[in-house]
């Protein structure tokens, strides 16, 4: 099928989410309010998609995603001075609180009760932040706020990919007024598998065989059938589910040609575990869906290293984090930092990749967590506005 078929097929099949309209009414209002003072707005996607098994869902797939890369560029788009619509997983980390909910510490631990002045009633006394946390959680409260307080922060929830793709495609749609000054930046970990609406289970899949007489029409189906409440049986006590997956529809190529405003910048990810794959699977992204930078990054070293994957040269630009502010990560190896790059030299071939930077301290913008060393996101967000501001500046001639 043609994108545009694909595109009405997938949407045809579902049903919009209920807060599509709503969403839609908030997100207006808010670019509207930016498109009259002239300021850029970033549409951040955040966090993993679920893949329901049933239409009354029950089991869903989903995968690891907390949404912290989201999270965390949103809070430097701020800092830059964008607009952002923070797309998001429900219950995934969001902007600011990031810094509590995700901590080794319940947030209870951040708090304490202050010494009531009046003895008598000691069982109402003020709760305060702990003496060691109230600076930093200031400095946080103070953004969050200003944020807030000036419009510049929207938050939209999801939970499964069809409700991702209907609210990437409306809010694309409704950023058209903003031209060159709209940003995507889709960090959001979008399930590539599902199962068509058509081939779902209704109820709830059952882990054991549902005499005849308790069966619909619809749950009667032959062995032959494909058909996600099925089970393959090999022996008498053995049972497997078996779950016939489709690959999700790329609409990546109609958020560039379609949806989008005209001279906005559009960013992907691409996330692997096999170094040898990285670059390349970057750069076949970026050349089939013809978008505007595509950032790599490896499973293991997401937190201290990522390649920057462009149409014009230098084409693959390395970004990392100065082996003495990393952050210690328990899914972290060190080891791995450098091989995607290395990997690429050892094959022989022709690149004009830029060298790997790590910034000076001074070089550094914005509040870093000092605690847990550099973010990332702080390097990485400088850079690309320096890349958006260029095709802004490009777009007007």
């Not at 031209?179 to 590539?192: E, K, Q, R």
């Not at 058509?198 to 005849?212: C, F, G, L, N």
């Not at 990546?252 to 040609?257: D, P, R, T, Y």
Request: with cysteine.
């Amino acid at each position: 099928m043609s994108p545009a078929d694909s595109e009405s097929a997938y949407f045809n099949n579902y049903p919009p989410p209920k807060a599509l309209p709503k969403h839609e009414s908030l997100a207006r209002s808010f670019i509207e309010y930016h498109v009259e003072s002239n300021r850029r707005v970033v549409l951040v996607t955040s966090g993993g998609t679920t893949v329901p098994l049933e239409n009354q869902t029950v089991r869903f797939i989903d995968n690891f995603s907390a949404g912290t890369r989201g999270a965390t560029s949103a809070e430097y788009f701020l800092q830059q001075g964008y607009a952002v619509i923070f797309l998001h997983r429900q219950f995934s980390l969001l902007p600011y609180s990031r810094h509590y909910s995700h901590s080794t510490n319940c947030f209870l631990d951040f708090m304490d009760e202050a010494s009531p002045s009046d003895v008598s009633n000691s069982d109402h006394g003020h709760i305060v932040v702990r003496n060691e946390y109230q600076d930093e959680m200031r400095d946080v409260l103070r953004k969050y706020r200003y944020a807030k307080q000036n419009n510049l922060l929207l938050l939209l929830p999801f939970t499964t990919v069809s409700e991702y793709l209907f609210e990437l495609r409306m809010l694309a749609k409704c950023m058209n007024p903003l031209g060159p000054n709209a940003l995507f930046y889709l960090a959001a970990a979008v399930s590539d598998f599902f199962i068509p609406r058509d081939r779902m289970a209704e109820h709830k899949i059952q882990s054991s065989e549902i005499p005849k007489e308790f069966r619909s029409p619809e749950e009667a189906v032959g062995a032959d059938d494909i058909y996600t409440g099925g089970f393959e049986q090999k022996q008498e006590s053995s049972k497997k589910l078996v779950v016939n997956l489709d690959p999700v529809p790329k609409f990546l190529h109609q958020l560039v040609n379609g949806w989008s405003p005209e001279g906005s910048m559009i960013v992907s990810f691409k996330l692997e575990t096999d170094p040898n794959l990285l670059v390349y699977k970057a750069q076949t992204a970026l050349e089939r869906y013809a978008h505007h930078l595509v950032i790599g990054n490896l499973l293991s070293t997401r937190k201290w290293e990522v390649v920057f994957v462009t149409p014009n040269p230098p084409h693959e630009r390395w970004i990392r984090v100065p082996k003495s502010r990393r952050s210690k990560s328990i899914s972290g190896v060190e080891d791995q930092v450098g091989k995607a790059e290395a990997a690429k030299r050892s094959l022989g071939e022709q690149t004009s990749a830029a060298p790997a930077e790590e910034p000076t301290k001074e070089e550094d913008t914005g509040y870093i967590a000092t605690r847990e060393g550099t973010e990332i996101e702080s390097l990485i967000i400088p850079e690309l506005v320096k890349l958006h501001t260029g095709m802004i500046e490009k777009f007007k001639r």
